[in-house]
């Protein structure tokens, strides 16, 4: 089994950044790549970023390219989800996921097995 626990979010003003947190736990380590979706009020679950277990493969959704940025550390089991010049349409619940095929990097919710609770990102304008 595996658990996530994000962290880092809160209450900015458009333009600011934000560091998002993913702890992942229940196994030694997860060989597997990650991702972060977020889902605001009313709205679809929506993929917002994932990266590979090696290699640094990235993949980004189409309205964060260019102001996120997904990394992890492999030896803390932990993801990050770097954003910046955030505008009032970022704001969501962000999720961090783990896929149901370890080596697949999916861009769709049912390609994920595990998720976090979230964590509130609200941007004021």
């Known amino acids: 089994q595996v658990q996530l626990m994000e962290s880092g979010g809160g209450l900015v003003q458009a333009g600011d950044s934000l560091r998002l947190s993913c702890a992942v736990s229940?196994?030694?380590?997860?060989?597997?790549?990650m991702g972060w979706f977020r889902q605001a009020p009313g709205k679809a679950r929506e993929f917002v970023a994932a990266?590979?277990?090696?290699?640094?493969?990235?993949q980004y959704g189409d309205a964060v390219k260019g102001r996120f940025a997904i990394f992890r550390d492999n030896i803390k089991n932990m993801v990050y989800l770097q954003m910046t010049s955030l505008t009032p349409e970022d704001t969501a619940v962000y999720s961090c996921?783990?896929?149901?095929?370890?080596?697949?990097?999916?861009?769709?919710?049912?390609?994920?097995?595990?998720w976090g609770m979230g964590t509130q990102v609200t941007v004021s304008s």
């Open positions: 990266i590979s277990f090696r290699n640094g493969v990235v």
């Open positions: 996921a783990v896929p149901t095929f370890p080596g697949a990097l999916p861009v769709l919710v049912s390609g994920y097995g595990y």
């Open positions: 229940g196994r030694t380590s997860i060989n597997s790549a």
